[in-house]
């Protein structure tokens, strides 16, 4: 069946960088546009940022703009989240998700999901 599996993550000081990974396989890899959403402890999953299958367009949460950066590999069937700036808030699960066609910021709208990997930033 279609697994995505991130890796990445880690303990991290504040002010810091980590680059995410998704590796997906038993997928059209480049049929499906792939998000990053994030859950921190008590709070709501939320949407982090998404891509489109071919990587032509990228869309943002407004928290992310500026320090994440979101790009994908589809020869590698691979996309990478990129974070500069760690912040102590931006501790969380993060997980990659994978649908077909447009991407979108409604986690429900996400056929596929990763297990998650944790980031936890240091202050």
């Known amino acids: 069946q279609v697994q995505l599996v991130e890796s990445g993550g880690g303990l991290v000081q504040a002010g810091g960088s980590l680059r995410l990974s998704c590796a997906a396989s038993?997928?059209?890899?480049?049929?499906?546009?792939t998000g990053w959403f994030r859950q921190a402890p008590g709070k709501e999953r939320e949407f982090v940022a998404a891509?489109?299958?071919?990587?032509?367009?990228?869309d943002y949460a407004d928290s992310a703009k500026g320090r994440f950066t979101i790009s994908r590999d589809n020869a590698k069937n691979t996309v990478y989240l990129q974070i500069n700036s760690l912040k102590p808030e931006d501790t969380a699960v993060y997980y990659c998700?994978?649908?077909?066609?447009?991407?979108?910021?409604?986690?429900?709208?996400?056929?596929?999901w990763g297990q998650g990997t944790q980031v936890t930033v240091s202050s």
């Open positions: 038993k997928l059209t890899f480049s049929s499906v546009a």
């Open positions: 998700a994978a649908r077909w066609g447009l991407y979108s910021r409604a986690g429900n709208e996400y056929a596929y």
């Open positions: 891509i489109s299958p071919i990587g032509g367009s990228t």
